[in-house]
């Protein structure tokens, strides 16, 4: 898994974490894992799709929220026919008089973890050049190297773990011959770029399709072309 998988195991030494492995290729040894799975395929994306779908410019970001609020939903409201009175997850994690609830006691920027960064080196003039734009970075930083993540309306800029300044920053939607990006869509439906999959359409299936990655969160679609 290369850098992600280093990512992941930064991620848990940082919240004294030791990591339990499963067999591979065999999920009846993740059993609860699957099944979560399964429910989130079940209950939420069947709204989810059409409901995107009739949004096409609904943004990666949005959609992460609407899933946010429906794990909060499914989490404390939602009663669960296999729990004691029909009660919530919430409830029973929660009001267990065994349960040992330790909270995190430290404060974690799950955007470091979450985004890849990109790293650059402060100008003698307190600034960077990202993407062939330049920033501004507040004074005392010349010469430092600092980290960047990039979201889809901005990019907050980091030395040490320490925010420094967010600008403003709207990405082109222009396609040019040399990053444009092309994968033929399988059977199922979906694609596969840098290790993960993406889900197009079945019925577009073995036809190729051209994108261009825009943001760090994912594949944002911008003028995708299916011939």
């Known amino acids: ?26 999920p009846q040894s993740k059993g609860k894992i699957e099944r979560w799975f399964e429910t989130v395929i079940q209950m939420f994306l069947v709204e989810a799709r059409p409901f995107v779908k009739e949004r096409p410019k609904y943004s990666l970001a949005q959609f992460n929220q609407k899933f946010n609020e429906w794990v909060e939903w499914y989490n404390t409201k939602k009663p669960h026919s296999s729990l004691p009175n029909r009660t919530t997850p919430n409830e029973v994690y929660f009001n267990t008089e065994t349960r040992i609830y330790r909270p995190l006691k430290v404060m974690v920027n799950w955007d470091k973890w979450i985004h890849e960064m990109e790293q650059r080196k402060v100008s003698k003039y307190n600034t960077i050049s990202y993407k062939k734009q330049s920033f501004d970075i507040p004074p005392g ?18 030395h040490k773990n320490k925010l420094l300044i967010t600008h403003p920053y709207q990405i082109s939607a222009r396609l040019s011959k040399s990053n444009v990006i092309t994968r033929r869509i399988r059977k199922n439906g979906t694609i596969s770029y840098k290790g993960m999959w993406y889900t197009i359409d079945y019925k577009l299936a073995a036809k190729p399709l051209r994108f261009k990655r825009l943001t760090k969160a994912g594949i944002s679609w911008c003028t995708s072309t299916v011939n």
């Open 1 to 26: 898994m290369g850098e992600l998988a280093t990512k992941y195991f930064r991620l848990l030494k940082s919240l004294d974490i030791e990591s339990i492995y499963a067999r591979a290729h065999y």
């Open 141 to 158: 930083y010349m010469r430092a190297k600092v980290d960047i993540i990039e979201y889809e309306d901005k990019i907050e800029i980091y």
